[in-house]
């Protein structure tokens, strides 16, 4: 069992669901009707990798609720590595919504709610590594962050409904309680790429919790040496 969640089993699965979902999604889901056309295609990672990016977030959230309630470091490890990745998504995020916002409205960003939330979830996330920076003693720092996580995601939840909040927007509601706004080859080309999305996640989080926990025995084994 430990094998199969490892993470060079972890990062083998995403690879064969992201590819199976890239193929699909341009070479059996049909072209979109709409006027986005071919440009459309893009969502199936776009989307995937938004998801995923605020899921980061999230599980950073419930990371700095364990650590204030056992101060246990391993969830401030947890917390930090989370961020991290959630900001490396939303990079993504950023660039791959910047190309089809161009190839489909003809700008590349537009102040509409989607986009100027998620825009505040990066600064704010972006302000959690400065909070850090300035903060040298290492409990004091985990509390300082872990109470930052936790205000900043109040920003997360918005983003993910901005679009039904404020329906106006460019972004189109697509997937509600009631059915998922495609046709099935559509909506299974999603599904694989967002699978294989959540599985990336998993398999840089266990990866960089795994180095983080090494440059902490790493320091601690100088500081009992005396260096």
């Not at 459309?40 to 990798?49: E, G, L, N, V």
């Not at 990016?53 to 980061?56: D, F, H």
């Not at 919790?209 to 320091?219: A, C, F, P």
């Not at 084994?221 to 260096?227: D, V």
């Given at each position: 069992?430990?094998?199969?969640?490892?993470?060079?089993?972890l990062?083998?699965g995403a690879?064969?669901?992201?590819?199976t979902?890239?193929?699909l999604?341009?070479?059996?889901?049909?072209?979109?009707?709409?006027?986005m056309?071919?440009s459309?295609?893009?969502?199936?990672?776009?989307?995937?990798?938004a998801?995923v990016?605020?899921?980061?977030f999230?599980v950073?959230?419930?990371a700095?609720?364990?650590?204030?309630r056992?101060?246990?470091?391993?969830?401030?490890r947890?917390?930090?590595?989370?961020?991290?990745l959630g900001?490396?998504f939303?990079?993504?995020?950023m660039l791959?919504?910047?190309?089809?916002?161009?190839a489909s409205?003809?700008?590349?960003?537009?102040?509409?709610?989607?986009l100027?939330?998620?825009?505040?979830?990066?600064?704010?996330?972006?302000?959690?590594w400065?909070l850090?920076?300035?903060?040298?003693?290492e409990e004091r720092?985990a509390?300082?962050?872990?109470?930052?996580?936790?205000?900043?995601f109040?920003?997360?939840?918005?983003?993910?409904?901005?679009?039904?909040?404020?329906?106006?927007?460019?972004?189109?509601?697509v997937?509600?309680?009631g059915d998922?706004?495609m046709?099935?080859?559509?909506?299974?080309?999603?599904?694989?790429?967002?699978?294989?999305?959540?599985l990336?996640?998993?398999?840089?989080?266990?990866?960089d919790?795994?180095?983080?926990?090494?440059?902490?025995?790493?320091?601690d084994?100088?500081?009992?040496?005396?260096?």
């Open positions: 069992m430990k094998k199969l969640v490892s993470a060079p089993a990062f083998i690879g064969a669901f992201l590819i979902g890239l193929l999604g341009f070479w059996w889901a049909p072209v979109d009707s709409s006027s056309g071919f459309q295609k893009i969502f199936y990672y776009h989307a995937p990798i998801e990016s605020l899921v980061a999230g950073a959230f419930v700095a609720i364990l650590y204030l056992t101060h246990d470091l391993k969830w401030d947890l917390g930090y590595v989370s961020v991290r900001l490396l939303a990079l993504l995020v791959t919504g910047m190309i089809w916002g161009k409205w003809g700008t590349w960003w537009a102040w509409e709610p989607r100027t939330t998620f825009l505040l979830v990066c600064f704010l996330y972006a302000a959690y400065v850090r920076s300035v903060v040298d003693e720092r509390t300082y962050a872990a109470v930052f996580a936790i205000i900043a109040i920003d997360v939840p918005i983003t993910f409904f901005a679009t039904r909040f404020l329906p106006e927007g460019l972004h189109p509601v997937i509600t309680a998922s706004g046709e099935g080859s559509m909506f299974a080309s999603f599904m694989i790429s967002m699978v294989g999305m959540t990336l996640l998993v398999a840089l989080m266990r990866r919790l795994q180095i983080e926990t090494l440059k902490d025995q790493v320091t084994l100088k500081t009992s040496l005396g260096g």
